[in-house]
């Protein structure tokens, strides 16, 4: 009799598990990393980033580790794999004047397992020849300060931008990259810029995401006060819409929500996603 109490206990508690993890599965959960070198009050980033996303359905947002005021870590659970991808294109976003980087949650991996010091940007790359816009030489220029993400096709119209949009996943430890010397096949080099796209704010003094320079709370990163500061605000760029081969149209997604979408917009994705692992190609912007 014992035994076959047992049994039946250990049932109901298997049957609650699948059915928790079944209503767990139906939502997409994200990972979300935000970076502040003192993050705020996690009760408020999670309101602020709640209503933020609102635009998306009913989306969940909690702190990974709500009593670790060194944690930056939150989770948000979209209500379908469509609004996920909306707000994963949408990445890198502005909460609160911080960067926050989202990032899908693979359920093969905790959470302590998920990268939390890279960020991926949509970088708009100006003072390339344009026989140089192939993605071979696309991929070496981004892999000398991250990793490869994908690149947005040039568009052969009138009205063409005249430089690369190079999606890069940076180390956020790291100051900003703010460019390089391009070597020319007549044996010049010429300077290459780079300026990002829905970039939040950041150190003027050393470039860095999740603090900036105040009287208050000083940079502790200076080096040399005489040196010429090679950050502020020209770093911004704002992603050049208005030169898509298309006029964006407004498509209504299932759940009823109008989503923009760019036909003209070319994406070439690779293999492997924002938090380091492998998995099938996908494009995000």
């Given at each position: 009799?014992?035994?076959?109490?047992?049994?039946?206990?250990?049932?109901?508690?298997?049957?609650?598990?699948?059915?928790?993890?079944?209503?767990?599965d139906?939502?997409?959960?994200?990972?979300?990393?935000?970076?502040?070198?003192?993050?705020?009050?996690?009760a408020t980033?999670?309101?602020?980033?709640?209503?933020?996303?609102?635009?998306?359905?009913?989306?969940?947002?909690?702190?990974?580790?709500?009593?670790?005021?060194?944690?930056?870590?939150?989770?948000?659970?979209?209500?379908?794999?469509?609004?996920?991808?909306?707000?994963?294109?949408?990445s890198?976003?502005?909460?609160?004047?911080?960067?926050?980087?989202?990032?899908?949650?693979?359920?093969?991996?905790?959470?302590?397992?998920?990268?939390?010091?890279?960020i991926?940007?949509?970088?708009?790359?100006?003072?390339?020849?344009?026989?140089?816009?192939?993605?071979?030489?696309?991929?070496?220029?981004?892999?000398?300060?991250?990793?490869?993400?994908?690149?947005?096709?040039?568009?052969?119209?009138?009205?063409?931008?005249?430089?690369?949009?190079?999606?890069?996943?940076?180390?956020?430890?790291?100051?900003?990259?703010?460019?390089?010397?391009?070597?020319r096949?007549?044996g010049?080099?010429?300077?290459?810029?780079?300026?990002?796209?829905?970039?939040s704010?950041?150190?003027?003094?050393?470039?860095?995401?999740?603090?900036?320079?105040?009287?208050?709370?000083?940079?502790?990163?200076?080096?040399?006060?005489?040196?010429?500061?090679?950050?502020?605000?020209?770093?911004?760029?704002?992603?050049?819409?208005?030169?898509?081969?298309?006029?964006?149209?407004?498509?209504?997604?299932?759940?009823?929500?109008?989503?923009?979408?760019?036909?003209?917009?070319?994406?070439?994705?690779?293999?492997?996603?924002?938090?380091?692992?492998?998995?099938?190609?996908?494009?995000t912007?």
């Amino acid at each position: 009799m014992e035994d076959s109490q047992k049994s039946s206990d250990s049932l109901v508690v298997q049957m609650r598990r699948k059915l928790s993890l079944y209503e767990l599965d139906r939502k997409v959960r994200l990972n979300v990393v935000f970076f502040a070198d003192k993050i705020p009050n996690k009760a408020t980033i999670c309101n602020t980033m709640k209503s933020v996303l609102g635009m998306f359905g009913n989306t969940g947002v909690t702190a990974s580790n709500e009593r670790d005021p060194n944690d930056k870590m939150f989770i948000v659970t979209a209500e379908d794999a469509e609004s996920a991808k909306d707000i994963l294109d949408g990445s890198p976003w502005s909460i609160m004047r911080y960067s926050v980087h989202f990032q899908e949650w693979p359920e093969t991996l905790a959470i302590e397992e998920l990268q939390s010091s890279q960020i991926a940007f949509w970088v708009q790359v100006r003072g390339v020849p344009p026989y140089m816009f192939e993605e071979e030489n696309v991929r070496e220029i981004a892999e000398k300060f991250g990793e490869y993400r994908g690149m947005v096709v040039p568009i052969e119209r009138e009205g063409i931008y005249s430089f690369l949009r190079v999606r890069i996943l940076l180390d956020a430890r790291d100051p900003l990259p703010t460019g390089y010397e391009l070597p020319r096949d007549d044996g010049t080099k010429k300077w290459v810029s780079f300026v990002f796209e829905k970039l939040s704010d950041f150190c003027y003094v050393c470039g860095r995401l999740g603090h900036t320079d105040l009287p208050k709370s000083p940079c502790l990163h200076r080096a040399d006060p005489e040196s010429e500061n090679e950050y502020g605000d020209w770093l911004r760029a704002l992603p050049p819409r208005k030169q898509i081969r298309n006029e964006h149209s407004q498509v209504k997604t299932a759940s009823g929500r109008n989503r923009r979408r760019f036909p003209g917009q070319t994406i070439r994705p690779i293999e492997s996603n924002d938090n380091g692992h492998n998995s099938q190609p996908q494009g995000t912007s």
